[in-house]
């Protein structure tokens, strides 16, 4: 895998920008009125653009956050407070704020070959301000964020110092707005969803206990050994196997039988759990006429003939099958999203996905000035790359590789023991080749956690479902029970 595939693994809209030092372009919170109708509802709220310093580990000044909160009026202490970010792992959370959860939305097309240039950004009556205050967080150097005077940028460059950052941001917000007695949730997506076990982790170990209500992670990253794809990693194939047809489906490749895609889907998930996985455990053992049943039928699933399942082990993985599949039509699959496809051409290094994606970023420059007040957007920073890509990032313990066996896995668990009333969310989008619904559903099941306070939920689209407005509607419906359920503990 190229280096470039392993940093676009993680990294959402990520920029080849240094990180920096130097003071934070907001020096003092910049607070606007407004009102808004979500979820059915007529909300009057307050945005505030604010810097806040937090102190590192040490206990001294280590950076300078400006965070983007809107609070509703007279909002009451048992309203839910939600922190919300990106991953990267150095990115803005100006895609989950103008593509999920803030006030207003960059509506995308279900016409997945309309122009970028014609999207328009809509009031998001979809967003959970009805339910619970929204906390948009941007790690040092990305937005308006940075390190304090004379620290290292790059002292942030690590899991552990990360989620320290974080936490430390939690606790400082909530005694400036006066909500330490308010149920918390951390929101992260991509790498954010290691930053979210890390921080959940820190803040339950703090003495006294700052415990969470609960964590929702959004393209969860914790188990992601199967990316990769090893040869002799079978379990790699299993989980991904009901990706391959969930892609399949969306371009009209697969063999449905006339099953709708729920049912189309659970019979892959059942065939991949059994038969498949009995199959390539046994290899070359196998004998002819099951290996040429299995090939039958994963062409039935994904659309590749059962030749290449022969000539290859009955197995393929994510990256070639987005060459494969619509190779006759010379098109490419996108890897953030899989729905998406372009010609295949190797002078251009572009996700198809990423010109939709990247909408959010250039709309959340005209929302700055248009609706928050900030005079000079210019200084928002999207992303920071540290010094070869993810290579450069401290992965506490695991090496250098992202792709080692992590056990992040186990950061929660010990959160899950330690607080009985803690919840965890986990959204996926069935066409994201990153990271995909079963790895998603083996972190659950490997990992311990207690099934009953666990709830899954999967929809289409990519690695940003929420593109998706059926999608985004459902994944906010979903949020709202899930913060809703926990209320009173």
């Known amino acids: 895998m190229s280096r470039n595939s392993v940093a676009a693994a993680l990294v959402c809209l990520a920029l080849n920008i240094p990180p920096q030092s130097v003071a934070a372009p907001i020096d003092s919170a910049v607070v606007t009125h407004h009102n808004g109708t979500f979820n059915g509802k007529a909300i009057k709220y307050d945005a505030f653009v604010e810097p806040i310093v937090v102190e590192d580990s040490a206990g001294k000044p280590g950076a300078r956050l400006v965070t983007i909160s809107y609070v509703a ?16 792992p150095i990115t803005s959370s100006s895609t989950l704020h103008m593509g999920a959860l803030g006030p207003k939305r960059v509506a995308i097309p279900d016409d997945l070959t309309a122009d970028a240039a014609s999207f328009r950004t809509v009031a998001n009556n979809y967003t959970v301000l009805d339910s619970a205050d929204l906390v948009f967080f941007d790690p040092a150097g990305t937005g308006f964020s940075r390190v304090a005077p004379g620290v290292d940028p790059e002292s942030y460059f690590s899991v552990a110092a990360d989620g320290q950052q974080l936490a430390q941001l939690v606790i400082e917000w909530s005694h400036l707005h006066h909500r330490e007695s308010s149920p918390k949730y951390l929101f992260g997506e991509s790498y954010g969803t290691l930053r979210a076990a890390a921080t959940a982790n820190q803040l339950q170990k703090r003495q006294p206990a700052q415990p969470l209500a609960g964590v929702i992670l959004m393209g969860q990253a914790l188990n992601i050994i199967e990316f990769s794809q090893r040869p002799a990693n079978v379990t790699s194939y299993i989980v991904s196997l009901p990706t391959l ?3 399949a489906w969306s371009h009209g490749k697969a063999r449905t039988n006339g099953k709708s895609f729920d049912q189309f889907i659970e019979e892959v998930q059942t065939y991949a759990r059994t038969d498949y996985l009995t ?3 046994q290899g070359s053992a196998l004998d002819e006429a099951a290996r040429e049943r299995v090939a039958a039928r994963l062409q039935d699933y994904t659309g590749i003939p059962t030749a290449f399942y022969r000539s290859n082990g009955l197995k393929i993985t994510k990256e070639r099958y987005r060459r494969e599949l619509l190779k006759d039509e010379h098109q490419l699959l996108g890897m953030v999203d899989a729905r998406y ?4 051409d190797a002078s251009s290094k572009n996700d ?3 010109a939709v994606y990247e909408s959010y970023a250039a709309a959340f420059g005209k929302y700055l000035q248009s609706d928050l007040g900030v005079g000079d957007s210019a200084d928002y920073t999207a992303a920071v790359s540290p010094k070869g890509d993810l290579e450069g990032w401290r992965w506490d313990g695991t090496g250098t590789s992202p792709f080692a066996d992590w056990p992040y896995m186990n950061l929660l668990t010990e959160v899950f023991s330690a607080n009985p009333t803690f919840r965890l969310m986990i959204c996926n989008g069935w066409q994201d080749t990153q990271t995909t619904v079963g790895a998603a559903l083996l972190a659950r099941d490997q990992s311990g956690w207690p099934v009953d306070r666990v709830s899954m939920h999967f929809y289409q689209g990519g690695h940003m479902a929420y593109s998706v407005e059926s999608s985004l509607k459902a994944m906010t419906n979903d949020l709202r029970a899930f913060i809703g359920s926990g209320a009173g503990r």
């Open 73 to 88: 009026k007279r909002a009451a202490a048992e309203r839910p407070v939600i922190f919300v970010f990106n991953g990267g």
């Open 341 to 344: 496809a372009r010609a295949e």
């Open 245 to 247: 047809a969930a892609i």
């Open 352 to 354: 198809p996905a990423m």
């Open 279 to 281: 199959a390539l455990f």
